[in-house]
């Protein structure tokens, strides 16, 4: 039995029984019912994962996960492969946007080398874990072997599984690799059965012509893979997506097998997390979608998985930072959860039933 079963055998449905409790307090508290809107629903979320009416504020871990790709070495991306290693070190110094906005929200960052075609020493927040120096070209062959895929799904899960039991009860799953919004489209156009064009954007900042590129890029991909079974998740996501795809899968799995919710970011993070819900549906009410990505591929799969992003600022970055952005929002869904008054405690008449 592969390592990820074990993992897929302990994701149990989440305590539905909360929901109404949950809506009693929330009713309960001195403002008309539902005047809160998403605020109310997210803490009702969060009482329903966590099993209890006694919420705390969480504390927040994020992992980029890093991975170079075939297809940037076709040409398909506006950025060079080596800018992947480049960024890791921009992470590791603390440098990047999504540094930045974690400060913000106390989240601890690891990085995670899953697939860099670079040799990094050892640095502080640094996680060597690297399957393969990239993926091969999936308009070609398939991106990586089963193997891989697998090892870098359980790569994730070791991860999450470490910043859980370091005091982390809120994940995020971030990434970094050029060329990754071209698998991710890929994934959603396959899973989905969409022409490419409806799930494909312009990733760093591609001109029409560079985006009809991938498009076509992506069309032929589809083509050589065509026999693919999509009913096995993971065989589509070795043929298609990337290591850092792979390892996000396993992480979000791993996450809610442990009762932890995970905020998803944009199109790549969304879709690890919609490979994630194709072998294990179980796991989709552990995860919130923390932004609206520009990336249109993202629209798409959280369609599939009827999520709704938290907060939509024209953001297309990645790295998690839409998701870092939004741990604010549930922050907040949290206080209003335990610190407003009720009408009781408050002497405010009420509403009436």
């Given at each position: 039995?592969?390592?990820?079963?074990?993992?897929?055998?302990?994701?149990?449905?989440?305590?539905?029984?909360?929901?109404?409790?949950?809506?009693?307090?929330?009713?309960?508290?001195?403002?008309?019912?539902?005047?809160?809107?998403?605020?109310?629903?997210?803490?009702?979320?969060?009482?329903?994962?966590?099993?209890?009416?006694?919420?705390?504020?969480?504390?927040?871990?994020?992992?980029?996960?890093?991975?170079?790709?075939?297809?940037?070495?076709?040409?398909?991306?506006?950025?060079?492969?080596?800018?992947?290693?480049?960024?890791?070190?921009?992470?590791?110094?603390?440098?990047?946007?999504?540094?930045?906005?974690?400060?913000?929200?106390?989240?601890?960052?690891?990085?995670?080398?899953?697939?860099?075609?670079?040799?990094?020493?050892?640095?502080?927040?640094l996680i060597?874990?690297?399957?393969?120096?990239?993926?091969?070209?999936?308009?070609?062959?398939?991106?990586?072997?089963?193997?891989?895929?697998?090892?870098?799904?359980?790569?994730?899960?070791?991860?999450?599984?470490?910043?859980?039991?370091?005091?982390?009860?809120?994940?995020?799953?971030?990434?970094?690799?050029?060329?990754?919004?071209?698998?991710?489209?890929?994934?959603?156009?396959?899973?989905?059965?969409?022409?490419?064009?409806?799930?494909?954007?312009?990733?760093?900042?591609?001109?029409?012509?560079?985006?009809?590129?991938?498009?076509?890029?992506?069309?032929?991909?589809?083509?050589?893979?065509?026999?693919?079974?999509?009913?096995?998740?993971?065989?589509?996501?070795?043929?298609?997506?990337?290591?850092?795809?792979?390892?996000?899968?396993?992480?979000?799995?791993?996450?809610?097998?442990?009762?932890?919710?995970?905020?998803?970011?944009?199109?790549?993070?969304?879709?690890?997390?919609?490979?994630?819900?194709?072998?294990?549906?179980?796991?989709?009410?552990?995860?919130?979608?923390?932004?609206?990505?520009?990336?249109?591929?993202?629209?798409?799969?959280?369609?599939?998985?009827?999520?709704?992003?938290?907060?939509?600022?024209?953001?297309?970055?990645?790295?998690?930072?839409?998701?870092?952005l939004s741990?604010?929002?549930?922050?907040?869904a949290v206080?209003?959860?335990?610190?407003?008054?009720?009408?009781?405690?408050?002497?405010?008449?009420?509403?009436?039933?």
């Open positions: 039995m592969h390592r990820l079963e074990e993992i897929l055998r302990q994701i149990k449905e989440p305590a539905t029984e909360m929901a109404e409790k949950a809506q009693v307090h929330l009713d309960n508290l001195t403002k008309p019912r539902g005047a809160l809107g998403r605020l109310e629903q997210v803490a009702a979320r969060l009482c329903i994962i966590k099993g209890s009416l006694e919420l705390k504020q969480p504390t927040c871990g994020a992992a980029i996960f890093a991975a170079d790709h075939g297809s940037a070495l076709d040409g398909v991306s506006l950025y060079p492969r080596e800018v992947t290693a480049q960024m890791v070190y921009n992470f590791l110094s603390g440098g990047a946007a999504m540094n930045v906005l974690c400060r913000q929200v106390d989240s601890v960052v690891k990085v995670v080398d899953v697939g860099v075609d670079h040799d990094f020493e050892d640095a502080p927040d060597h874990a690297k399957v393969a120096r990239g993926t091969k070209s999936f308009l070609r062959e398939p991106a990586m072997t089963r193997e891989e895929a697998l090892d870098a799904m359980m790569a994730g899960a070791k991860v999450a599984r470490e910043l859980i039991d370091s005091g982390c009860d809120l994940l995020i799953p971030g990434e970094m690799g050029i060329g990754n919004t071209t698998s991710s489209s890929a994934l959603a156009a396959f899973f989905l059965q969409k022409n490419p064009a409806e799930v494909t954007g312009r990733g760093t900042g591609l001109d029409d012509e560079g985006l009809a590129r991938k498009v076509d890029y992506i069309k032929g991909a589809l083509e050589l893979h065509k026999d693919l079974n999509p009913c096995d998740s993971v065989g589509v996501l070795a043929a298609l997506g990337g290591l850092e795809i792979a390892a996000i899968a396993g992480y979000a799995l791993k996450a809610a097998s442990l009762g932890v919710p995970v905020i998803l970011d944009g199109i790549i993070s969304t879709a690890g997390g919609f490979v994630a819900c194709r072998i294990c549906p179980e796991a989709l009410p552990y995860f919130f979608s923390g932004h609206a990505s520009v990336e249109k591929g993202q629209a798409a799969m959280l369609k599939g998985m009827a999520l709704e992003p938290l907060l939509d600022l024209d953001m297309r970055l990645g790295e998690g930072t839409g998701a870092a741990v604010a929002v549930v922050r907040a206080a209003i959860f335990n610190e407003m008054a009720t009408f009781e405690s408050a002497g405010v008449i009420g509403h009436e039933d």
